[in-house]
């Protein structure tokens, strides 16, 4: 099967997180097409095996490959480092692959840092991923790294987090993860409180901007690899269908409509591993 440039954009985390990007692409991308998929029946993925992470992203990947995307954007960290490489070798030469991690390290903009603050999940900080990406690109520079797993806050974000609560988890785990100049939100759920997170530094630790980042990477690439959906005036109605591998959440469809309007199809996928 050879991809079009009409053929959807397939975007997949573990739960709400991806939404995130997908809502990006929207913004900037409006003509495209998503077909989203979130393993909410398995979430959270960062407190899974790294056989367990690749063999599900491995399927869900497939999935997505069989309903004819042109590109899949893996828009969940913890999936990035501990299953890329395996995404890649078998996927690379059938679809583009995307992800949340290479673009925002090789995008330079952690040069003028000096401290650098890593949030994620048990999983992304075991699988060591980053400091080594991130020693390999920048090894001329001096840069010091600080990991923190928080493994609470992924699941709390997926149920619809309440304010006050989230406030308290934060200052939790961010009073040791003090001082940094800058912050990498290395799990794409934790963009959901970035707000959250500034107000706690009251606006003086950088915190980047994974969501912009990514999408200029995917624009770009879908560019130069002829694959950019055509212009509006011959589809003006594309259509994006979210997936989730257990019955949808109303937190979820609530995010989804307010990104996407209420033109969208809710699906539910459940995968036979046996
Ligand atoms: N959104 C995922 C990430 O970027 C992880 C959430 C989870 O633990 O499932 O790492």
């Known amino acids: 099967m050879i991809p079009s440039s009409s053929s959807p954009i397939g975007i ?50 497939s999935f997505l490959y069989k309903k004819k995307c042109k590109a899949i954007v893996i828009a969940c960290n913890t999936i990035v480092s501990n299953a890329l490489e395996i995404i890649k070798k078998e996927f690379c030469k059938k679809l583009l692959i995307f992800n949340v991690i290479e673009p925002v390290i090789k ?28 020693k390999k690109y920048f090894h001329h520079l001096d840069l010091d790294i600080v990991q923190m797993e928080t493994p609470l806050l992924a699941s ?12 308290s988890i934060i200052e939790y785990y961010l009073n040791h993860l003090k001082s940094i100049d800058t ?21 003086k630790v950088r915190i980047i901007d994974v969501q912009k980042i990514v999408v200029q990477d995917i624009q770009k690439k879908l560019y130069e690899n002829n694959l950019f959906h055509p212009n509006p005036t011959w589809n003006n109605n594309p259509i994006s269908i979210f997936y989730t591998s257990s019955s949808v959440s109303s937190f979820f469809k609530k995010q989804v409509q307010i990104f996407f309007g209420k033109k969208v199809f809710f699906k539910t996928h459940i995968f036979n591993f046996f």
Do not use: Q, V
């Not at 840092?113 to 699988?127: E, F, H, L």
């Open 183 to 203: 912050l990498l939100l290395a799990c794409t759920h934790y963009l959901f409180i970035k707000n959250e997170i500034n107000n706690f530094y009251h606006g």
């Open 156 to 167: 709390i974000i997926e149920n619809g987090f309440e304010k006050k609560k989230i406030h």
């Open 12 to 61: 997949f985390d573990s739960g709400i997180g991806g939404l995130l990007i997908a809502k990006e692409i929207k913004i900037h991308m409006p003509n495209e097409c998503i077909i989203y998929f979130g393993d909410t029946a398995n979430m959270p993925y960062g407190d899974k095996s790294k056989e367990f992470i690749k063999k599900y992203s491995i399927k869900i990947a």
């Open 107 to 134: 995008n330079n903009t952690l040069i003028s840092s000096k401290k650098i603050g890593i949030m994620a999940t048990p999983a992304t900080i075991r699988s060591n991923f980053f400091p080594k990406k991130i």
